[in-house]
């Protein structure tokens, strides 16, 4: 979903105004992870570019959703899922780092659809998840909630901090994919977990944990940012002295 940092120059057109921010990326796969992309795109056919490879993630995360929708009548959907997932990692992970490689990075257009891309490849996912049967509607609704909230702090840290921080704990996206890979064969064997002498959904509960884990990192992100913004930009400071001639001023330009 979202982009690796390669260590490739930003190029294309200069963008008035627009500086853009610095990624942080710091999961437990990032290293390996940044050479395999980097292997892939010397190697990617000059007829393919960073266009069709984010179509080709979006659509994957559509075929997921519709594969957890399938999977609720016939558990090879759980299958096609994990396959989808692999083809959005190669889609959304190597779209920004090709577009570096080959020195035609659109910095503005990219962070735009990159992101409005994920809103819809979440939606995709939760929305099949939910009607799995594998995890319960509500949690899927959360899940979804909790995600673009956090979106909306990581957004919002990136325009007003210049940082655009990929991963939280040592987990990115990748590792993500890689997790909900991993959810999906324990599904295919043993669907239902008993915890405390109760049945639940596997699905349910990995899903409860990923609300609150989410809730989480973003209230502690926002009360950091919000430190730093305050002492970066404190309330300025103007003496009695100063506002008194100003508002003289005020009044005496006002009664002009």
Not at 21 to 33: C, D, G, P, T
Not at 141 to 167: H, N, P, Q, R
Not at 202 to 212: E, K, N, Q
């Amino acid at each position: 979903m979202l982009k690796d940092q390669t260590g490739f120059k930003e190029a294309g057109p200069k963008q008035s105004g627009f500086k853009e921010a610095k990624r942080i990326q710091q999961s437990f796969l990032a290293a390996i992870e940044k050479k395999a992309l980097i292997w892939l795109a010397a190697r990617t056919p000059a007829w393919i570019n960073s266009d069709h490879l984010t179509v080709l993630g979006l659509l994957a995360m559509a075929g997921a959703g519709a594969g957890y929708w399938w999977s609720s009548v016939n558990r090879a959907g759980l299958i096609v899922v994990i396959f989808c997932l692999a083809l959005n990692w190669l889609g959304d992970s190597l779209d920004g780092t090709l577009a570096r490689f080959r020195d035609c990075s659109r910095p503005r257009y990219g962070f735009y659809v990159d992101h409005i891309v994920d809103a819809f490849s979440a939606f995709f996912l939760l929305g099949g998840l939910g009607l799995s049967g594998y995890m319960a509607p509500s949690v899927a609704l959360g899940l979804l909630v909790a995600y673009l909230m956090l979106s909306v702090e990581v957004y919002l840290a990136s325009y007003t901090l210049g940082d655009f921080k990929i991963s939280y704990f040592k987990m990115g996206p990748t590792e993500l994919r890689l997790l909900l890979s991993i959810g999906n064969i324990v599904l295919l064997f043993k669907p239902i977990a008993h915890l405390a002498g109760r049945s639940y959904r596997w699905m349910s509960v990995a899903g409860t944990i990923g609300i609150s884990g989410m809730a989480l990192i973003m209230v502690i992100s926002a009360v950091q940012n919000t430190v730093r913004l305050y002492r970066e930009e404190p309330i300025p400071y103007k003496p009695a002295a100063q506002k008194k001639r100003s508002n003289t001023g005020t009044r005496q330009e006002a009664s002009i």
